[in-house]
């Protein structure tokens, strides 16, 4: 599937469709996040992060209906049944809303200082994220490996985008051995994931832009033996291979 040129046509049109967008995502983040942090805190966990995150599901089909952006997902099967590290691409909000429906119950490694946006922070404050400070890269590998291990016995999956920040599309960025590490240190394998959603919904932009985004799941990789290096560089050739095959 080939995309849209950028014509002023096309970007206007982009432009109105992303607003209709955000007229409906934002009073989902207010509904949502406050049902987080009231109601939600006399739920069990995994009850909460069922119901927390409809927001996401409702986000995602809205954009579908707003922006005209599509879904094909391969590989779905590659996800285990039990307890996984998860190492994907990072080139836009969308995979945070999409992979944390689809992971469920899934603790994500993220900066803390998401915590602090009204509502979408409180949110994901009670989903037993694993909120780290970037600027400490030591201690927050060992709260990675202790509190990944933890939430990994308690049988969630932990999602881990390996680059640290979203990427342009098209881009590589350098890939962190924490996912590696804490997969090797829990005996549990790693899932890769391959997606091209910054062609629709570019970092740190306003506009979405119509077209398809293409998410791929790679068979689990066994750590048994393994060392965070190569096994990094393992998933990094397969992300970054796989992506060059997704449609854009």
């Known amino acids: 599937m080939t995309r849209r040129r950028k014509t002023p046509m ?9 607003v209709l967008f955000y007229l409906v995502y934002g009073p989902t983040m207010v509904v949502f996040g406050t049902l987080s942090c009231t109601i939600g805190l006399l739920m069990p966990y995994k009850m909460r992060q069922n119901v927390i995150t409809w927001a996401n599901a409702i986000i995602i089909k809205w954009l579908n209906i707003s922006c005209g952006i599509t879904l094909k997902v391969d590989g779905l099967e590659n996800i285990p049944n ?28 993220l900066k803390k200082e998401l915590f602090w946006i009204p509502f979408f922070g409180w949110g994901l404050y009670f989903m037993h994220p694993i909120a780290i400070d970037r600027s400490n890269p030591r201690e927050a590998m060992k709260q990675i490996l202790s509190q990944g291990k933890t939430r990994l016995a308690e049988g969630n999956n932990i999602l881990i985008y390996p680059e640290g920040t979203r990427t342009p599309a098209g881009q590589v960025g350098n890939y962190g051995r924490s996912g590696a590490a804490l997969a090797i240190a829990a005996g549990v394998p790693v899932v890769p994931v391959a997606q091209n959603s910054g062609y629709c919904w570019p970092a740190h932009t306003f506009i979405k832009w119509p077209g398809q985004i ?3 799941f790679g068979q689990p990789i066994d750590t048994t033996d393994s060392n965070s290096k190569d096994l990094t560089e393992q998933v990094k050739e397969w992300i970054e291979n796989t992506q060059k095959t997704l449609l854009h």
């Open 10 to 18: 096309n970007t206007a049109i982009a432009f109105v469709r992303s």
């Open 214 to 216: 293409h998410v791929s």
């Open 82 to 109: 039990t307890p996984c590290v998860v190492l994907s691409k990072h080139q836009s909000g969308w995979e945070t809303f999409y992979l944390q429906r689809l992971l469920r119950p899934v603790s994500t490694i």
